[in-house]
Each structure stands twice: as C-alpha cells, then as structure tokens.
C-alpha cells in the first residue's frame, strides 16, 4: 500500500496524543536538528532530556573512535572542550599543559579558545606562539599549584586573577571554572572554562558536568603524560589485530560491540600479559515463565552471591584478551563456573562487593589453587591480578574487568590501579551505558516500528464506527452526542447475539462471517460476560477499539483478523462453556478475552527467527520472543489511546493487574515456552483430580496467583492451536492456510535471505503436509487439549475434534505414503528391469573382447 505525506500529517492531526508521545520521545537528536533546518549544536537538547542523553552517548562514542584511530591527545580534548563550552554555556575553554623546565613549573597553552563551534586548526596553539604561565601568576597557576577545582564568580574579587592575557588578548574574562588534571599526585593540566553566557556565573551544576566530561580528558591526558604512545611497528600489529577481532565482533551483540572496541582501544595502555572482561546478566526482574518453577516449589530459590543492587551474579560471557606472544580475542559465551576466569571466584567477589581487588602473589592464594598447571599451551600461568568492577552511571556492576600479570613481571602498584580504574570508569559510563545505548538503539528502531504504525493508520475512523454504531441512521448524530442507553438500544438491534454465529461453541468457525460479523461478535462477547457494566466501558470506546483491533491486523494469509478473533472466541467459550470463568474475576476473564484478541495484532507473516535472520528492527528491540512482545506492544499502544481505552474507568490498581495478565498471556502465546509450562499445568490437573468436591477445589483456586496464571497461559495456547480441533472441513482449510503462510516465508528466504527452508516451510514439500500435521499434532498439540479435558469434562469437545482430525492426517500420511511406496516399486521395478537387460547386453558383447586398453 502506499502512505502520502497527507495521509502521515492527517494521521498526526487525528492522534494528538501519538504524535506528542512520537516527537516527545522517539526521534533522535540530530532528526530534531534536521526538522527544524539547524547545526545540533544549537538545538536545546535540554528541553529533550533523553535526546541529550542518546546524543551524549554518540559523542561518547565519537570519542572512543577518535582514540581507536589515534591516540591525539588534543582531538579529543579538543572534541570534550567543545562539547562542554556548549553543555554549560561557557563562551571558551582552554587547555594548559603543566611542564617543568629547568626545574621550574609552568603552564602554557595547547588549546585556547575552544567555542560550542570552533574548530581544532583554530584553537591548536602551535609551540612559538604559546602562552607560559609561572605557577604563581593567575588562576590557572593557582588550580596547578593548590591542586584544587575552583570556581571563581566575579574575577575582580579574586585575588588570584591576573589581566594579563585579557590584555594581550583584548578579551575580558568575567568568571571561571578552572580544574588540575592529575595523574596521581602528579598535575598534568589545567582546563579551564571562561565567561558563562547565560547566566552571571558558572553553577554547581556547571561544576559537575563539566567535571563529568572531563574524566575523558583526564584519561586521554594520562596516558599522554604516561608517554605510552606506541610505534608505528606496534601499530601495524594493532591493525592485524584489528582485522582478526572483526571474527570476534560477529559473535558478540551490539552493546557488547562498543564495549569490546572501546577495551579493544585501550589495550595499548594496559601494562598487563593478559586480560579478561566478564559481562553481568543486567535484568533485575524475571520472566513469569522462570518465576513459575519457584513459586511453584519446583525449584529452590536462588541462594547465590548478588551485586549491590541485587541482581543474582551471572556471567553471561567473557571476553578473553591474549597480548602476550601472538595477540588473539576469545569470546566464550555462557563460561561455566570452572572456567580459569572465573574459578578463582574473584570476578564474583569483585560483582559482589563492587572492590578493587589486587593480589601481589596468585600461586599463595587459596583461591588460585585451582591453577595446577600452565593454562594455555604457551604455558602461560597466573602470577598477579588486578581485578575491577566495571560500573555504569547508575552505579550498577554491569561487569569485571581482570588484569593479569604486570610486563614487567612485578606486582600491579597504585599507579596501575588508578589507570586501570580510570580505564573502566570510562568503559563503564561510556560505552557500557548500556542503559543510554540500549535506549539509543530502541529509539532508532522504534521510530522505524513507530512509523509502521502510523502507516498501518489502524484506528477506527468516525465514518466506519457508523457501521455498527449507526447513531446517524438511527438518531441523526454522532455517537458522542449520544446517552449510553441509545447506544445500548442500537447495539442491541445491531449486534449479532449470543447464538446466531454459535459464538458458545467450541466448533464455532468463522467461514460464514464477515469480517465486520467477527467485530460485532467480538463485542457481543464483552456483553455476554457482563463487563461492559461492571466496568463502565464506554460503549462507543468499546466498538471503536473492537474495529481498530480488527485493522490492526495485516491482510496476510492466515495470522490475520479471523485468526485474532478465533484465539478471542476460543477464550471466551473456554471460560463460559468450559467452565474456566469460576477460577477468575470478571476483571480478568476481561482481560483473557482482549489478550486473546490482541494476541497476533500487526503479525508480518513471519516467525520469530525470520525477524532475527533479516535483521528487522523488531528483532534488536526485544531478544526473545520478539513477534509476541511486539503483539503485546502494539495492543498496549491502542489502549494508551482514549479513544479505545476500554479500560479507562478501571481504577489504578485494577489496571496493573489486567495489564499483569496481558503481559503472561501474550507472551505466553511464544511456542517456544509451551515446554516450560507443560509440567506444571500437568501437575495442576492431577492436584484437581484429588479434590472430591468441585467447590472446595474451586475455592481453593481462587486463591492461587500462580496457579491461575499457568492455567491462563496454557488456555492461550489452547486457543492460539484451536485450529486443530475444528470439524475437518475447517481444520483441512485452516492448515492449508497456515502452510500457505509459511510457504511464502520460505519463499522469502529463498529470495531475499538466499537460504534453504525447513521443510515445513518448503512449498516444494507441499505433499509432506499430513506428515507434519500428525507431527504437530502427537508432539503438540494433543497434550493440551487431553488435559484440558481431564481437567474439565466440558473441554471435552476439542479433544474429540483433535482425535478426529488425527486420523484425517493420519489417512493422508498412509495414502500419501501409499503412493509413494507405489512409485518407488515402479522405479525399482524398472531399474531391475534396465540392470536385466544392461547384463543381457553385456554378456553378448564379452566375446568383443577387453574393455581394457592395451599398450603395445
Ligand atoms: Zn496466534
């Protein structure tokens, strides 16, 4: 379909609040500049807090870049000074290099004059034409001498103040903000910020940013003042090094990319053999589906070391640097506790208690003993460990750093343990702000997905809610104009009622309806569970939200708006005629029907593994189950929308629930977590068969949370599979259109992937279709529906109708098998027959003689 401009500006006008939450949050930085036709520079990110942010985190990795191409020192002072002079409106800055000459300590001048949009040519002071300053002149001398940050409001009450480059310069400095760069005890530099713009001086919170920034400075400074500067020969081996760990970065995910490149350029400054980075889980909260097992008792809960803020101590991978002898990278995913990295259990403790931990001599350490023999075939062994954590702006461990062996073959000393701990401040608050680059590469997918969205233009227009609200026809108005009852008088003569499409029915089938019958019988269905009362949904927000579900699902072969509405009305008669509802509140029997009708919502046609294998933008957004999450997503997007909220006279806490239930119903309709919940449903069914009493059991259910949940999320799938145990003439049709939809993805990834389908994805293997369905079927789906029914004898029903259509696939399978069989004989048959008369020819030509050539 195509979208004009109009259609896109017609949308945003109609959806004020989309558009505000959009442009509020979703666009990034350098777009804003671009709309409104400006540099960056000159855009108040500080109106867009996040903006800022995600535009911090690209400077940042501006800069890691700029040190990864070169280690020049004053491109990157210079990019951090620029960058302050802009945060905190500072009209210059400036750079002084402390050195001392014959003795004595002076300033001079490297960078001078650095605006919000000088460039480097114009500020680098070139050696003849430096200013030197004695330490007792000005306050730059001053911050050199008393080794202190200090901020001077009004320069001519300060003592320390001289004029006399204000004179050479023609300039008149009004206020400074002036900070020692150390190195140890050792200053290093001056950076000095002059004449706040917007204000009469420099705030504290001036102070902090500009602070802040400067620790990239201080960094870059060290290691120039530390002269580790490398030569070209170790710069050919960093670039073949380079090369090889191109192998690496395919391996590793995308925040874990920036990360190793931003360690990867520092290696050059680390004055160890060796050194490894282990990367920490960073959720804080589990998947339902994880939680289950221990709130059922299943599994113990977990007793292990956990980080200061609480997370449970996992090592998802580590990233293991070789630089003595031939440089190499290994990436070991998953490592297990044994691992040489983490056996010493001193990455954990250092995650645990977030310290520093130096160990002088590793072979007189308990914890080392683990080290019997050299740990690679070079016959390299542990001999001293410097051991950091690795910490984000929020102060949370996202990992450990380990640093092994000194060159030099002595301990790490102080002077290391500050490089180093500069080296992982700076990895931790710069390219492991996971936190901001996660959100930077949320915010550009997002806007892709977002932009889909709009495109999709889902929500029900004011002329086709007169489809079924058909105020006009009826009253001459628009539905806003009118009282609740004239619309419950118009949907009563309207709606289809609760048995013309045999919505009760578990073999209810969509054949016969239209799509418009499918939104009428879906909120027939609020009606027949009696919520629409209870919980005041506004009727026309009720019709409006069951005609935008219906266009929100794509015109695609099977996961369309029939299949949407068939999940609804599979929960709906579940929870009536299977006798579900008693276990659940009217609040969320509500919420299991609109997650049932949400559940597929703007479905592409495609699986999972399919958004991972293109590389759509759904994919780097959710890791796991990422089709459902957006599902789930989008549904919550409609209802955000007043207009559709159907939950909008719930109270807050009613509203965390419901949206508590969608999240586990939704996400439960993953395939790939029905084997986490088999077992445990399975064990709910056998504890209902040891009640006598169908109350007390009841009763007792009503209390279970947990219970509850597994049984909702397992009725999700019964619904989401109900295809299967439809009357043959509807489960043949359906499953010809579910392998419609698959062939046409395996057709997708013959042409644009260039790879070979599953064969169940192969429409080349079309006549393997019966196998497949048994397939399903026996490893499947028929465990669902059997306990369904032991656990309810109404449900009854749908196992019949799966039995049934086993033995359909099952006569397929044989005459498919059959046919087959019969080629195969007739193949074999005429083989046997060529090979006869192939022997007969041979042996009336043995008398011609040998086949061999003779050699005379
Ligand atoms: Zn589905």
């Known amino acids: 379909m195509s979208v004009t401009k109009e259609d896109v500006g017609k949308f945003l006008d109609e959806n004020p609040v989309f ?28 109106t867009f807090k996040e903006l800022s942010q995600v535009e911090e985190a690209e400077i940042l990795f501006n800069l890691i870049h700029d040190m990864q191409e070169n280690v020049n020192m004053e491109k990157v002072v210079f990019k951090v000074l620029r960058r302050i002079s802009f945060l905190i409106h500072a009209d210059r800055c400036s750079l002084f290099m402390y050195r001392q000459r014959n003795g004595i300590a002076e300033l001079a001048t490297r960078l001078f004059n650095v605006h919000s949009s000088a460039e480097l040519e114009d500020c680098l002071v070139p050696p003849d034409s430096e200013i030197v300053f004695p330490l007792d002149i000005g306050v730059v001398g001053h911050v050199a001498h008393t080794k202190k940050t200090v901020n001077v409001k009004d320069v001519s009450e300060d003592s320390h103040f001289s004029p006399f480059v204000d004179e050479l310069t023609e300039y008149t400095t009004k206020n400074i903000l002036a900070t020692p760069i150390m190195n140890g005890k050792e200053v290093v530099a001056v950076i000095m910020a002059i004449n706040k713009t917007d204000g009469p001086f420099f705030t504290p919170e001036d102070q902090d940013l500009f602070l802040k920034y400067l620790s990239f400075a201080t960094l870059n400074l060290k290691i120039y003042h530390l002269s580790y500067l490398h030569s070209c020969e170790t710069r050919r081996g960093q670039q073949l090094l380079l090369w090889s760990a191109n192998k690496v970065f395919e391996e590793l995910t995308d925040i874990e990319r920036q990360f190793h490149k931003a360690l990867y350029t520092v290696r050059a400054y680390l004055n160890c053999d060796r050194y490894s980075v282990g ?25 292990g070391p956990v980080t200061p803020d609480g997370r449970e101590i996992n090592f998802y991978k580590v990233i293991d640097y070789i630089l003595h002898g031939k440089e190499e990278i290994k990436v070991i995913p998953t490592p297990p506790a044994d691992h040489w990295a983490l056996s010493s259990g001193l990455p954990t403790y250092v995650a645990e208690t977030g310290f520093i931990c130096n160990i002088m001599n590793a072979a007189s350490e308990d914890m080392f003993n683990f080290q019997k023999e050299p740990l690679d075939s070079s016959g390299w062994t542990i001999k001293n460990v410097l051991s950091l954590p690795i910490v984000n702006k929020k102060e949370e461990i996202v990992g450990v750093a380990t640093f092994y062996n000194r060159k030099d073959g002595k301990p790490f000393d102080d002077q290391d343990e500050q490089l180093m701990e500069s080296l992982t401040q700076f990895l931790g608050w710069s390219a492991l702000n996971t936190d901001t680059y996660d959100k930077m590469n949320k915010l550009e997918n997002r806007k892709d997905i977002a932009q889909d969205m709009v495109l999709y233009h889902v929500k029900c227009r004011n002329d086709e809610i007169q489809d079924i609200l058909k105020t006009k026809e009826y009253y001459g108005c628009e539905p806003a104009e009118c009282e609740e009852d004239e619309l419950f008088q118009i949907l009563k003569k309207e709606l289809p009622g609760p048995t013309k499409f045999e919505i009760y029915e578990f073999h209810f089938s969509d054949f016969d309806c239209t799509e418009l019958d499918l939104v009428k019988c879906g909120i027939q269905m609020y009606y027949e569970v009696g919520v629409v009362k209870k919980f005041q949904i506004p009727q026309e927000v009720l019709v409006r939200f069951m005609y935008s579900v219906s266009k929100g699902y794509r015109k695609i072969t099977y996961h369309n708006w029939r299949h949407g509405f068939n999940v609804g009305q599979t929960m709906f008669t579940l929870l009536t005629t299977g006798q579900l509802k008693q276990y659940y509140t009217d609040l969320e029997v509500m919420a299991m029907i609109t997650s049932g009708f949400l559940h597929d919502i703007d479905h592409r046609g495609t699986n999972n593994l399919y958004q991972v294998k293109s590389q759509n933008p759904l994919a780097k957004l959710h890791g796991s189950s990422i089709l459902e999450r957006h599902h789930l997503e989008f549904g919550k997007f409609l209802l955000a929308d007043e207009s559709l909220n159907i939950y909008q006279n719930l109270n807050r806490r009613q509203v965390e629930h419901v949206m508590h239930l969608m999240d586990i119903a939704i996400i439960a309709t993953d395939l790939a977590l029905y084997f986490k919940k088999r077992t445990m449903f399975q064990k709910i069914v056998d504890l209902s068969e040891t009640y006598e009493e169908r109350k007390k059991w009841v009763d007792f259910m009503a209390l279970e949370t947990t219970r509850k949940e597994i049984v909702m999320a397992m009725m999700m799938t019964a619904c989401d599979l109900s295809a299967i145990t439809k009357p043959w003439e509807v489960q043949s049709k359906v499953a010809l259109s579910v392998a419609a939809e698959f062939w046409e993805q395996g057709d997708l990834e013959r042409t644009v992937l260039n790879q070979q389908p599953i064969p169940m994805m192969d429409r080349y293997k079309a006549a393997e279709l019966p196998k497949l369905q048994c397939g399903f079927i026996d490893f499947v789906c028929t465990f669902v529906y059997k306990e369904f029914s032991r656990f309810h004898k109404e449900i009854q029903p749908m196992y019949d109708g799966i039995l049934n259509n086993k033995k359909e696939w099952k006569a397929k399978q044989d005459e498919y098998e059959a046919k087959l069989k019969a080629i195969e004989e007739a193949n074999k048959a005429k083989e046997e027959a060529a090979a006869a008369k192939q022997t007969a020819n041979n042996a009336s030509s043995t008398g011609s003689g040998s086949k061999t050539c003779c050699v005379s």
Do not use: C, H
């Not at 442009?23 to 400006?38: E, F, P, Q, S, T």
């Not at 960073?282 to 059922?296: G, I």
């Open 279 to 303: 990367l920490l889980d960073m959720t804080k909260e589990k998947e339902f589906f994880d939680v289950w097992p221990v709130l059922m008792g299943e599994q113990a809960p977990y007793k």
């Open 19 to 46: 558009a505000k939450v959009y442009y509020d949050k979703k666009l990034k930085a350098g777009a804003i500049a671009a709309v409104m036709n400006r540099p960056e520079s000159t855009v108040d990110f500080a």
